[in-house]
C-alpha cells in the first residue's frame, strides 16, 4: 500500500477534484493507497471540506492547532502513514496525481526516493528564474544527491522516510533531511500544469527563507528517537485526527 501525504493550506478549492482524481487512479489501476491529508492551519473552510469528503478511498484528517509550513506539515502526516510506500504532493493539483504510477515504477531496487522532476511553463518567468537558481543550490549543496528541477512531489520508501520523523521538533527542510541522510534519489520527468489559483506562493523571498532552512537543516545534530517526535507532535502540534474507511 502507499500512503498519500498531502499537506493543506488554502486548499479549498482544490480538494473535492483533488479526492474524486485519487479515487479515479486508484480504481483505474488498482493502487491500493490511503490519503492522509494534513490541514496545516488553513485559514480558510478547508477543514469542512476535509471533514465532507466522501470515504471512496481510506483517508486520515490530521489537523495541526497551529500553522507548521509545509515540511513540517509533510512530517506530521508521514509519522500517521501506514504504507510500505509513501508519497508526498501538494493539493493545489499542480503534482498531478496520474503522474504516480510512473514515480512508483521508477522505484527501483537500491532506490530510496524518486522526484518529479518538473517540466513545462508552470509559472512565469521570473519566477522559474529564481526557482531554478534555488533548485540549483539545493542541487550543489546537496553533493548532487537532490536532482536538478525537483520539488516535493515524490515517491519514497517507507522506512527512510519514518526515520526523518524523528527531526520534527526542529522544523526542518524536508528536501534536505533526504540529502542530510544521503537517501539514493532519482527523478522522472513529468508536465507541470500552471497553479489553477493564480501565480504560485513561493516569491524571491520565500524561496530565500527556505534556502535559509535548508543550509540549517543539513547543519542539524542527529535526532532522538522517532517515538520522541511522534510525542511531541501530539504534545505541541496535534489538534486531531481522524481515519475514514473506504466504504465499498
Given at each position: 500500500m502507499i500512503s498519500i501525504v498531502i499537506p493543506v493550506y488554502k486548499s479549498a478549492a482544490t480538494l473535492s477534484e483533488l479526492h474524486d482524481r485519487l479515487t479515479a487512479?486508484?480504481?483505474?489501476?488498482g493502487l491500493e493507497c490511503e490519503v492522509v491529508y494534513v490541514n496545516d492551519a488553513s485559514p480558510d473552510n478547508s477543514a469542512e471540506i476535509l471533514k465532507k469528503l466522501p470515504p471512496t478511498i481510506p483517508f486520515h484528517i490530521v489537523d495541526l492547532g497551529k500553522n507548521a509550513g509545509q515540511s513540517s506539515a509533510l512530517l506530521a502526516g508521514i509519522a500517521f502513514a501506514q504504507g510500505s510506500l509513501i508519497a508526498t504532493m501538494d493539493a493545489d493539483l499542480q503534482d498531478e496525481p496520474e503522474n504516480l504510477p510512473?514515480?512508483?515504477?521508477s522505484l527501483v531496487p537500491g532506490i530510496d526516493v524518486v522526484f518529479a522532476k518538473r517540466q513545462g511553463r508552470y509559472e512565469s518567468g521570473g519566477r522559474l528564474f529564481t526557482s531554478m537558481l534555488f533548485k540549483g543550490l539545493v542541487h550543489l549543496f546537496s553533493k548532487k544527491r537532490i536532482p536538478m528541477h525537483v520539488g516535493l512531489f515524490m515517491v519514497a520508501r517507507a522506512?527512510?522516510?519514518k526515520r526523518l520523523v524523528s527531526y520534527l521538533p526542529h522544523a526542518p527542510y524536508l528536501i534536505g533531511l533526504i540529502a542530510k541522510t544521503k537517501l539514493q534519489c532519482t527523478s522522472v520527468p513529468v508536465q507541470r500544469?500552471?497553479?489553477?489559483l493564480g501565480e504560485t506562493s513561493y516569491t524571491f523571498r520565500k524561496r530565500l527563507k527556505v534556502s535559509f532552512i535548508f543550509f540549517k537543516t543539513l547543519a542539524l545534530k542527529p535526532a532522538g528517537t522517532g517515538d520522541e517526535a511522534v510525542q511531541w507532535l501530539h504534545a505541541h502540534l496535534l489538534a486531531d485526527h481522524v481515519y475514514v474507511p473506504a466504504m465499498v
Open positions: 487512479l486508484s480504481r483505474n489501476v510512473a514515480l512508483i515504477q522506512e527512510p522516510m500544469p500552471g497553479n489553477h
